[in-house]
């Protein structure tokens, strides 16, 4: 079956616009999750979404938010963008959260989208 | 809070020869235990993980790893590595009560492979 497929894998932005990623979560799957990489910070957690709720939020300001649509695709956006946005964002897969199930706790990630502020 | 440390940033050795990757996390209890690997350019592929009973877990491309709760320890190792090993390890844990999506990740291991 198809991975997690994110997109746009590569673009450019400048200082005060806006960036839009989308998510599409491999099929069955109804928990996204997206997470900052840089070589700083390295992995942190932005937020989770499922069933088109925020169920957890990581330590970011609020240029950084989400959403989550009703076949679980989900978009991220930054808005007003910095130079330490710069990064690749990863977005992440699972299963419901029902306790006991196992494979509910394993994450599946996408390529990656490399987000370079000018 | 939970965290993650890898204490080695950077770790080479040659082809064939086996391979130890430490990961010690913090948590009150018993948390889930991941290990991923990442190649330069690719989000993060799972290699294994421990959810309970025995503490010796095998995953994909001959790894496996040893929870142990005393060390509060989940080291990764491969007893022959190939050069196609060569990648970034990220040692991860996520609460028992919440989905994995919101894992910590440690601040990754990168592996060089000498021919």
């Known amino acids: 079956k198809a991975g997690v497929t994110q997109t746009p894998r590569y673009l450019i932005k400048t200082r005060g616009q806006q960036v839009t990623l989308s998510c599409s979560p491999i099929s069955g799957h109804r928990s996204v999750s997206w997470y900052q990489q840089t070589p700083g910070q390295g992995l942190q957690f932005l937020f989770e979404?499922?069933?088109?709720?925020?169920?957890n939020k990581g330590n970011f300001p609020g240029r950084f938010s989400g959403r989550q649509f009703s076949n679980s695709r989900s978009e991220m956006n930054v808005s007003t963008l910095e130079l330490g946005d710069s990064a690749l964002y990863l977005c992440?897969?699972?299963?419901?959260?029902?306790?006991?199930?196992?494979?509910?706790?394993?994450?599946?990630f996408g390529a990656g989208s490399r987000l370079t502020v000018l | 809070a939970q965290s993650v440390t890898q204490p080695d940033i950077h770790i080479t050795v040659s082809e064939g020869a086996s391979l130890e990757l430490r990961c010690n996390y913090s948590y009150g209890a018993t948390p889930y235990l991941f290990w991923y690997v990442q190649s330069p350019g690719q989000g993060l592929q799972l290699l294994l993980k421990?959810?309970?009973?025995?503490?010796l877990v095998q995953g994909i491309k001959g790894f496996e790893a040893e929870f142990k709760r005393s060390q509060s320890s989940f080291n990764l190792r491969k007893p022959s590595v190939h050069w196609s090993d060569a990648a970034e390890y990220f040692c991860?844990?996520?609460?028992?009560?919440?989905?994995?999506?919101?894992?910590?990740f440690g601040d990754g291991t990168t592996l060089t492979v000498k021919p």
């Open positions: 991860a844990v996520a609460p028992h009560n919440t989905n994995a999506g919101k894992s910590t």
């Open positions: 992440a897969s699972s299963l419901s959260g029902d306790r006991g199930l196992s494979g509910a706790n394993v994450l599946t």
């Open positions: 979404y499922f069933s088109e709720t925020q169920r």
């Open positions: 421990y959810f309970s009973g025995d503490t």
